[in-house]
């Protein structure tokens, strides 16, 4: 390569070019990635040893208590070991002020269809929100069955308990005699320790916040809220957080952004071993798309820092034809009523509440998610204060106040779904959307992908300078051609 070639490498961006959509950059992890200093790969919280140790609930009274408040999805859904690689990859792409991963060939976000479909949980309803100021002590000792001396600051710190402490006190079966109350308490500790295990993840990892108990007081005849959408809140606030360069871990649905992930870009999915046909014994009961995966090969002893970098070169390399926009529309008839019921709301331009968390959800971004045109989408203000907002200081707080505007746009949430006229085909290349994102994008994210897949540009744009069939034309081909296999190798091993 001679001086001019090297100055050129030199001059490439990796974005973007307008600033007007990514205010944030010189904060974003993938600014210091680009300058060498490469935090590596998040430490993705997993679920607590002891849940990951305890045999599945099979007592019919928590079960239906379960399905009673909408959570049977979230109770079938299987759990596994998370790949960090994949998540970091993501999370270096994805945009606070967007909300949505920014992908060679477009947005892309975690909607709350994606939340229904995948993990069949309820997105219509009732926000998540009231006040945290509460004697937390004495709302264990009511609703969850067991007293926490004020000695003891191991188990409760603050509003967040112990999920540990939640399994031990439903380590032995519930009695056939247990009256109503104690059943309750039983399927509270049961059901708490479940939310934080899945969906309500913090970074310690062994916690829990216990405000979630407002929501499990009545299980008799609860309302119905939408767990959906505060899962998403949550889950939005941790990617967040952790595109911010000073990151190092990050909680949340973990499993919702590496199923979404496997759904949507099949090709980095690992390999489906099934089972022997006849193996799993007789019909199981109906389960959310996620148990399409359970029989995807473990990832575990994966070393996250390789594969991240693997990641990054093939997020950078993605050809438009590995892009599942649809992903479910073969999947939608045979799944259980409960993983579409919120069909008709899952476009709508909502914030997401969850306590104290207010984040936007914005699908009028990725509409060819839902078989549409992308057009130039409007300004969206994710706020930074908004982003800013935590618990600490404000637990006197009672956030339906405080969110009382968030909250009255959500119960409008019918009125305020996106319309965009049927996608027919492919946006082409130089629509206007196109030249428009390839100026607001960042574009890549480290220099050893972005130095290949500079040359493979300029391989192309030779490709087009020489006539078919001549000797230049022809060498240019076959070195495209070898790359392409070398990466169909590389693919089938891992």
């Known amino acids: 390569m001679d001086a001019a070639d090297v100055e050129d490498v030199e001059l490439v961006s990796p974005?973007?070019?307008?600033?007007?959509?990514?205010?944030?950059?010189?904060?974003?992890?993938?600014?210091?990635?680009?300058?060498?200093?490469?935090?590596?790969?998040l430490e993705c919280r997993g679920r607590p040893e002891e849940m990951a140790k305890r045999d599945p609930m099979v007592d019919d009274r928590v079960i239906d208590i379960i399905k009673l408040l909408g959570l049977e999805g979230l109770y079938r859904t299987p759990s596994r070991e998370i790949d960090h690689g994949l998540i970091s990859a993501l999370v270096e792409r994805w945009r606070p002020e967007t909300h949505t991963f920014h992908l060679p060939h477009g947005e892309m976000t975690i909607t709350l269809q994606d939340v229904e479909v995948?993990?069949?949980?309820?997105?219509?309803?009732?926000?998540?929100?009231?006040?945290?100021?509460?004697?937390?002590?004495?709302?264990?000792?009511?609703?969850?069955?067991?007293?926490?001396?004020l000695s003891n600051t191991t188990v409760l710190t603050g509003q967040r308990i112990l999920i540990k402490r939640l399994l031990e006190h439903i380590a032995l079966p519930l009695s056939p005699n247990a009256q109503e109350v104690e059943v309750h308490q039983y399927a509270r500790c049961?059901?708490?320790?479940?939310?934080?295990?899945?969906i309500f993840m913090e970074k310690s990892g062994d916690r829990v916040h216990l405000m979630f108990l407002k929501f499990l007081r009545n299980l008799r005849n609860p309302p119905q809220y939408s767990w959906g959408s505060a899962c998403l809140a949550w889950l939005y606030r941790e990617l967040c957080r952790a595109s911010h360069k000073d990151s190092r871990q990050i909680g949340g649905a973990m499993l919702l952004v590496q199923y979404w992930a496997w759904a949507r870009f099949p090709h980095l999915c690992p390999k489906i071993v099934l089972p022997p046909e006849g193996a799993n014994g007789p019909p199981q009961p109906d389960y959310p798309l996620s148990m399409k995966w359970v029989w995807v090969s473990c990832t575990k002893n994966r070393p996250s820092y390789v594969f991240l970098v693997h990641y990054r070169e093939r997020l950078v390399r993605m050809q438009s034809d590995e892009v599942m926009w649809q992903p479910y529309e073969s999947e939608l008839s045979h799944l259980p009523a409960?993983?579409?019921?919120?069909?008709?709301?899952?476009?709508?331009?909502?914030?997401?509440?969850?306590?104290?968390?207010?984040?936007?959800?914005?699908?009028?971004?990725?509409?060819?998610?839902?078989?549409?045109?992308?057009?130039?989408?409007?300004?969206?203000?994710?706020?930074?204060?908004?982003?800013?907002?935590?618990?600490?200081?404000?637990?006197d707080r009672n956030w339906r106040v405080v969110h009382a505007v968030h909250i009255h746009r959500w119960g409008n949430r019918y009125q305020l779904v996106c319309h965009a006229p049927a996608l027919i085909g492919d946006i082409p290349r130089d629509h206007r959307y196109f030249r428009w994102y390839r100026r607001i994008t960042r574009k890549y994210i480290d220099r050893k992908s972005a130095l290949f897949d500079y040359l493979i540009e300029k391989q192309l744009e030779m490709l087009q300078r020489f006539p078919v069939g001549s000797p230049e034309h022809n060498d240019i081909l076959v070195a495209l051609m070898a790359l392409n296999e070398i990466e169909r190798i590389r693919a089938n091993n891992d």
């Open 190 to 198: 049961y059901i708490l320790a479940l939310l934080g295990d899945t």
């Open 338 to 395: 409960f993983c579409v019921a919120g069909k008709d709301m899952w476009r709508a331009v909502v914030p997401l509440v969850c306590f104290y968390i207010v984040e936007k959800h914005q699908p009028d971004r990725v509409l060819r998610q839902f078989g549409l045109m992308q057009d130039i989408p409007a300004d969206v203000d994710t706020n930074e204060r908004l982003h800013g907002i935590d618990l600490r200081g404000k637990v």
């Open 118 to 149: 995948i993990l069949g949980i309820p997105i219509d309803g009732e926000v998540l929100v009231g006040p945290t100021l509460l004697d937390w002590r004495q709302e264990c000792t009511d609703l969850l069955g067991f007293t926490i001396p």
């Open 15 to 41: 974005g973007p070019i307008d600033h007007s959509v990514l205010t944030q950059q010189r904060q974003h992890r993938s600014n210091d990635i680009w300058e060498g200093e490469d935090p590596g790969a």
